[in-house]
């Protein structure tokens, strides 16, 4: 995975059988499936891998409790068979969670408890384990740090967990495992059009400043939030295919909320569920459901979103955190594809995702999730065979092992994310064994492996998605990020003016991420 290398094929390859556009999960499943089957694929990212909404879920993979209630079931079921999948093919990064809902009464115990065992029978033999009603006893042993008071039972059941950041590397690590490509901070700025037909695009290099034209058989737009300005390239009487809704996550310490096991509000005051989540060590609590117009790479989080978040835990932990308490608090837009009913509630689109094939043969992607990105990949190169009467090829991703795939590694390793990659983290340690933080788990062999590997080019690339430090603790990221700096100056070769220039903009896009104490 190496830009010098990719920029080479660009100059070099005369046409693509499939360029991707968008290195978000999207995009990354579609590249995975289009390479899998042989295609020449070449994917395409304005910014870093993830950049924009797939770094910023609830990092559930799951069936989705929330769209059984809508009586979405047929979501649900292509979730779970998907969770189930992941769970195999990169079990170095999806783990089997435990969740309670905690229950108040006879009636709350028997709708949780019948919902539960319908969404484990939905999984069928994918499920991840049995639901079931546990005591109010059982339930203050296992989440110590909720509120005792009138408790009744809970019901416990089982999701899946992941890293969504480094799921989204290890993906693009699999386009090159499978002979495609891909690249970031490439954007595309224009598409190349003969007889009205998309047949090409014009990128940006936003590292040199430098254009390219490519030519590609098939063009995808995986571009999630930012679809619509795709569509606008290529065709400015479009209609706004996107409703983006916002929702914030935000971390505190694990004190809060000791042990493993994740806590599931099922019915907020705004009618949505909310987690309390264990997560490389500090609670995850999230998330909201908020439209927005504006549709930006760095969306901040809202007064009235952390607000909610701190409100709504009050109700639930013994020791009630306080805005002074969050490490940092991240936002994200969901690509949801807008209902033909303008009036319709962001939180009741469907999450199901839809292919639209423009008349100038644009294929593009809209709404979907993360647990969902292999089907969506499937589903795009099917419809790409079909639609340009291509020989059909079978799909074997379900079976795929995802780059750092291993079944050999010990959880409670800080470097378990990397996988099978983690003997060679391990190996640059021998001579590189420097622990930057007493509060993060971050090594500079990570740095140069990150620099070296995994495509990073910027401190915010090491510091939000190759480590999650940035949504772990934004504070001390900024104490580190001089650090990072200094060691990608000296992996980069890159001289003194680039890494005082890397800390601004560091420090510009980290300060989104602490909160103000005084609001
Ligand atoms: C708060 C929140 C919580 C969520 N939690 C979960 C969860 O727990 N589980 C789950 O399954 N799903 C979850 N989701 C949904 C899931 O995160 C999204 O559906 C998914 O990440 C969308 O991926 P994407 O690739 O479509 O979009 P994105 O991640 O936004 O990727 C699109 C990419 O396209 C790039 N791009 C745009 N324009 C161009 C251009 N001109 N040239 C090149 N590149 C371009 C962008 O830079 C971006 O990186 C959540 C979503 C939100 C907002």
Same mark, same amino acid.
């Given at each position: 995975m190496n830009r010098e290398v990719v920029i080479d094929k660009i100059k070099s390859i005369e046409a693509w059988d499939v360029i991707v556009i968008g290195g978000g999960a999207t995009g990354l499943g579609i590249a995975v499936?289009?390479?899998?089957?042989?295609?020449? #694929?070449?994917?395409?990212?304005?910014?870093?891998?993830a950049k924009s909404t797939s770094s910023k879920s609830t990092k559930l993979v799951h069936g989705g409790v929330r769209y059984l209630a809508q009586g979405n079931l047929s979501l649900v079921r292509e979730a779970s068979v998907e969770r189930g999948l992941l769970t195999k093919n990169a079990p170095h990064l999806v783990k089997n969670k435990t969740f309670i809902i905690p229950v108040y /009464?006879?009636?709350?115990?028997?709708?949780? #408890?019948?919902?539960? @065992?319908l969404y484990d029978w939905i999984a069928g033999r994918l499920s991840l384990g049995s639901s079931v009603f546990i005591s109010r006893k059982k339930v203050l042993e296992k989440l110590p740090g909720i509120i005792s008071k009138n408790l009744f039972g809970g019901v416990l059941y089982h999701d899946g967990q992941f890293d969504d950041a480094r799921l989204a590397i290890n993906l693009a690590q699999t386009i090159f495992d499978n002979g495609g490509y891909a690249i970031n901070y490439m954007q595309v700025v224009d598409l190349i059009k003969e007889n009205k037909k998309v047949c090409g695009i014009k990128i940006l290099d936003k590292k040199t400043n430098e254009n390219y034209i490519l030519q590609s058989k098939a063009m995808i737009n995986a571009t999630g939030v930012f679809a619509d300005d795709i569509l606008q390239m290529d065709s400015s009487e479009t209609k706004k295919y996107i409703a983006a809704s916002q929702g914030i996550h935000l971390v505190l310490d694990k004190k809060f909320f000791s042990g493993d096991n994740a806590l599931m509000i099922p019915e907020t005051s705004d009618g949505r569920v909310l987690f309390i989540v264990p997560w490389h060590g500090k609670l995850l609590l999230g998330t909201t459901d908020t439209p927005v117009k504006n549709i930006s790479l760095e969306p901040v989080a809202f007064e009235n979103e952390i607000d909610f978040i701190l409100r709504t835990a009050k109700d639930y932990l013994t020791v009630m955190p306080t805005r002074k308490d969050v490490l940092s608090v991240f936002a994200g837009l969901r690509p949801l594809a807008a209902p033909e009913e303008e009036e319709k509630k962001t939180k009741e689109i469907s999450?199901?995702? @839809? $292919?639209?094939?423009?008349?100038?043969?644009?294929?593009? *992607?809209?709404?979907? =999730?993360?647990? #969902?990105?292999? @089907?969506m990949g499937e589903d795009m190169i099917?419809?790409?065979? =079909?639609?340009?009467?291509?020989?059909? $090829?079978?799909?074997?991703t379900a079976l795929l092992h995802i780059h750092g795939y291993t079944n050999q590694f010990n959880e409670n390793d800080?470097?378990?994310?990397?996988?099978?990659?983690e003997i060679f983290i391990k190996k640059i *340690?021998?001579? /590189?064994?420097?622990?930057l933080s007493e509060k993060l788990p971050i090594n500079k062999a990570q740095i140069i492996w990150a620099v070296k590997e995994e495509m990073a080019q910027t401190v915010e690339d090491v510091l939000s998605r190759r480590t999650r430090c940035l949504l772990l603790d934004a504070k001390e990221s900024i104490r580190i990020?001089? &650090?990072?700096?200094a060691i990608m100056m000296n992996e980069m070769n890159e001289d003194e003016?680039?890494? /005082?220039?890397? &800390? @601004?903009?560091? /420090?510009a896009i980290a300060k989104n991420y602490l909160i103000d104490i005084d609001s």
């Amino acid at each position: 995975m190496n830009r010098e290398v990719v920029i080479d094929k660009i100059k070099s390859i005369e046409a693509w059988d499939v360029i991707v556009i968008g290195g978000g999960a999207t995009g990354l499943g579609i590249a995975v499936e289009s390479a899998n089957r042989g295609y020449a #694929t070449l994917l395409v990212e304005q910014s870093d891998f993830a950049k924009s909404t797939s770094s910023k879920s609830t990092k559930l993979v799951h069936g989705g409790v929330r769209y059984l209630a809508q009586g979405n079931l047929s979501l649900v079921r292509e979730a779970s068979v998907e969770r189930g999948l992941l769970t195999k093919n990169a079990p170095h990064l999806v783990k089997n969670k435990t969740f309670i809902i905690p229950v108040y /009464n006879w009636w709350s115990r028997l709708k949780y #408890t019948l919902g539960l @065992k319908l969404y484990d029978w939905i999984a069928g033999r994918l499920s991840l384990g049995s639901s079931v009603f546990i005591s109010r006893k059982k339930v203050l042993e296992k989440l110590p740090g909720i509120i005792s008071k009138n408790l009744f039972g809970g019901v416990l059941y089982h999701d899946g967990q992941f890293d969504d950041a480094r799921l989204a590397i290890n993906l693009a690590q699999t386009i090159f495992d499978n002979g495609g490509y891909a690249i970031n901070y490439m954007q595309v700025v224009d598409l190349i059009k003969e007889n009205k037909k998309v047949c090409g695009i014009k990128i940006l290099d936003k590292k040199t400043n430098e254009n390219y034209i490519l030519q590609s058989k098939a063009m995808i737009n995986a571009t999630g939030v930012f679809a619509d300005d795709i569509l606008q390239m290529d065709s400015s009487e479009t209609k706004k295919y996107i409703a983006a809704s916002q929702g914030i996550h935000l971390v505190l310490d694990k004190k809060f909320f000791s042990g493993d096991n994740a806590l599931m509000i099922p019915e907020t005051s705004d009618g949505r569920v909310l987690f309390i989540v264990p997560w490389h060590g500090k609670l995850l609590l999230g998330t909201t459901d908020t439209p927005v117009k504006n549709i930006s790479l760095e969306p901040v989080a809202f007064e009235n979103e952390i607000d909610f978040i701190l409100r709504t835990a009050k109700d639930y932990l013994t020791v009630m955190p306080t805005r002074k308490d969050v490490l940092s608090v991240f936002a994200g837009l969901r690509p949801l594809a807008a209902p033909e009913e303008e009036e319709k509630k962001t939180k009741e689109i469907s999450r199901s995702h @839809k $292919i639209l094939v423009s008349s100038s043969g644009l294929f593009s *992607m809209l709404g979907g =999730k993360w647990t #969902t990105y292999r @089907k969506m990949g499937e589903d795009m190169i099917d419809k790409v065979e =079909k639609e340009l009467h291509w020989k059909h $090829i079978s799909s074997s991703t379900a079976l795929l092992h995802i780059h750092g795939y291993t079944n050999q590694f010990n959880e409670n390793d800080v470097f378990s994310f990397y996988g099978s990659d983690e003997i060679f983290i391990k190996k640059i *340690m021998n001579e /590189n064994n420097e622990w930057l933080s007493e509060k993060l788990p971050i090594n500079k062999a990570q740095i140069i492996w990150a620099v070296k590997e995994e495509m990073a080019q910027t401190v915010e690339d090491v510091l939000s998605r190759r480590t999650r430090c940035l949504l772990l603790d934004a504070k001390e990221s900024i104490r580190i990020a001089p &650090i990072v700096a200094a060691i990608m100056m000296n992996e980069m070769n890159e001289d003194e003016t680039w890494m /005082n220039d890397e &800390i @601004k903009k560091f /420090n510009a896009i980290a300060k989104n991420y602490l909160i103000d104490i005084d609001s």
